[in-house]
């Protein structure tokens, strides 16, 4: 999906040796060295599907814990390109999806129109993305 965002190329080298590793670990029937591969690779596809865009940051920030916000809404105050409302809000409704499916927004409720909330986990990775940003 063109919107998810891609690791670093620094993870996504160590991912790619990790799976090199694993794959000829198993092949030698090295259980050990298999099962120290195996664990570094959870790892390393845990912290590349942690980050987040820059856009997933907007998003996030516009959103709280407490009150919903329309998809459009979110939408203005993410502001993706600045050009088109209905193709933008389609869009940041796609990542919306997608960071629900990661447990960093929910749905207010299961009324139309949808309202989206910010959950515990996704203050959390905002934070965490900050503090990545300026150095703290």
């Not at 198993?26 to 959870?42: K, M, P, T, W, Y």
């Amino acid at each position: 999906m063109y919107a998810k965002q891609m690791p670093t190329a620094a993870l996504r080298a160590e991912i790619d040796l990790m799976q090199r590793e694993l794959r000829t670990a198993e092949e030698a029937g090295d259980r050990g060295r298999a099962a120290a591969a195996e664990e570094r690779l959870v790892e390393c596809e845990a912290e590349a599907d942690t980050r987040l865009t820059e856009v997933d940051r907007k998003i996030l920030a516009a959103l709280d814990e407490r009150g919903g916000s329309l998809t459009g809404d979110v939408a203005a105050a993410a502001r993706p390109w600045g050009r088109d409302r209905r193709v933008e809000s389609a869009w940041t409704r796609e990542r919306l999806v997608d960071l629900k499916k990661r447990g960093l927004v929910a749905e207010l409720d299961d009324q139309k129109p949808v309202c989206w909330l910010r959950t515990a986990a996704g203050t959390e990775a905002l934070a965490v993305h900050d503090a990545g940003r300026t150095g703290g």
